[in-house]
């Protein structure tokens, strides 16, 4: 039984956008951080946003003002929005949950976002 479901990952031309959706079960979306880490090829996993159990959302540099994280707590699923797409993005992003911060216990299967030049 997988925690956290993802979806939304793909192929898009640069400049383009994509949704990620992580679906949580009722007691980790309402106890714990919730946030996207991402691992392209040859680099290290780096936390690109998070949200809190309050709703309180962190960018990485890199992706703020690009990226939008939301959460619906009726569908305990969160979501984040990608605008204006870089290469750079490509990579594998994972969706985690944990307490009090992140990295948490909780991770996703990781969908791929692949961005073309």
């Known amino acids: 039984q997988v925690p956290l479901v993802e979806s939304g990952g793909g192929l898009v031309q640069a400049g383009g956008s994509l949704r990620l959706s992580c679906e949580a079960s009722?007691?980790?979306?309402?106890?714990?951080?919730m946030g996207w880490y991402r691992q392209a090829p040859g680099k290290q996993r780096e936390l690109v946003a998070r949200?809190?159990?309050?709703?309180?959302?962190f960018y990485a540099d890199s992706v703020k003002g690009r990226f939008t994280l939301t959460r619906d707590n009726a569908k305990k699923t969160m979501f984040l929005q990608m605008n204006s797409l870089k290469p750079e993005d490509t990579a594998v992003y994972y969706c985690?949950?944990?307490?009090?911060?992140?990295?948490?216990?909780?991770w996703g299967q990781g969908t791929q976002v692949t961005i073309s030049s």
């Open positions: 985690n949950a944990g307490a009090p911060y992140l990295p948490g216990p909780f």
């Open positions: 009722g007691r980790i979306f309402s106890r714990n951080w």
């Open positions: 949200i809190s159990t309050g709703g309180s959302t």
